[in-house]
């Protein structure tokens, strides 16, 4: 288990589907629930972090709002390429606080990970916070 | 800056002119369809609107989807989960007027719930001899469904700006309100 954020652990935010200066990709990994990356309308919607280096992962955390349908997929090449399925997941509706949902992965490593919003409760979303248990 | 995405549904009667304004829109006022032909599926046009005196930006994804009652069932696959609403009716043609309201529960079924911003727009305003639809009317019921009112003239290219700014204008809002809403939001 581990609780720091994923930047500091060298990870990176390579794609993101939307972009608003005021609320950039970056924070997702910053470890910070106050801080968050917006989808700009219309879906799907997606994110793809990058770790430094291949990583063992059992299980993630992902705190949202809005989310209704998240697709997770990973892989362990250098590109952000050629992802296979890992889970998938319905997130219930939240009223007034952050949907905060484990995502399983069955062990394994993964390079990539590609977060997919296939849609929203709303017209936008808003990812909070990934973080991820060895 | 933000750049917004938005799926803008185009719809209303057949030959109301929802080509011919969509057009318009996408050239910036300098190609008007002189001959009809009829959409008979769902058109896609891209159109970028920037909000006068901010950063932002709205890209419209505007889908022109055919007015024929036979078609309509075909079409309404492919409208998908619109963000955005134009319904467009014919000035000097009180029918077309009429049909709005099967428009508006169309759109309805189609937007899960969710509030989705519109206009609704009275085309054809170079034809005046033959109105048949009082500005006072049309505006009122516009209102009662939440929709701002505009007319305009694809054939004369007057107006059509307006609808369009206005629809960017209502995205962007609600995107600025969404985003309070849940910078006030406690933790999960």
Known sequence: MTDSPLSSLG????????????????????????????????????????????TNLSSLTV?????????????????ASQFEFVTEKDCEHTEGHLQSNSVSLNGGSA????????T??????????????? | MVKLRARCLLVGDAAVGKSALSHVFHSDGTLFQKNYSMTTGVELLLKCVNIPETNDSVELYIIDSAGKE?????????????????LVFDLTSE??????????ERVRAHSRGLHVPG????????????????????????????????????????????????????????????????QNLSPG
């Open chain 1, 11 to 54: 990870a990176k935010v390579v794609v993101a589907s939307s972009s608003d200066e005021n609320h950039p990709p970056e924070n997702i990994i910053d470890g910070n629930t106050n801080t968050f990356w917006m989808s700009t309308g219309m879906f799907p919607q997606e994110f793809i972090i990058r770790f430094a280096e291949p």
């Open chain 1, 63 to 79: 705190d949202s709002y809005n989310v209704k349908h998240l697709k997770v997929e990973k892989n362990m090449s250098q590109n």
């Open chain 1, 111 to 118: 390079v990539h990970l590609r977060f997919i919003i296939t």
């Open chain 1, 120 to 134: 929203g409760h709303d017209h936008f979303v808003s990812v909070h916070r990934v973080g991820v248990q060895h």
């Open chain 2, 70 to 86: 036979t078609l309509v069932e075909a079409c309404e696959k492919m409208w998908g989960e619109p963000s955005l609403l134009c």
């Open chain 2, 95 to 104: 029918q077309s007027f009429a049909n709005c309201s099967r428009w508006m």
């Open chain 2, 119 to 182: 206009v609704l727009v009275g085309n054809k305003s170079d034809l005046s001899p033959r109105r048949e639809v009082e500005a006072s009317v049309a505006q009122e019921w516009a209102q009662s469904q939440g929709l701002e009112y505009h007319e305009t003239s694809a054939r004369e290219m007057e107006n059509c700006d307006a609808p369009l700014l206005s629809l960017a204008r209502a995205f962007q809002s609600l995107y600025r309100e969404r985003q309070e809403a849940i």
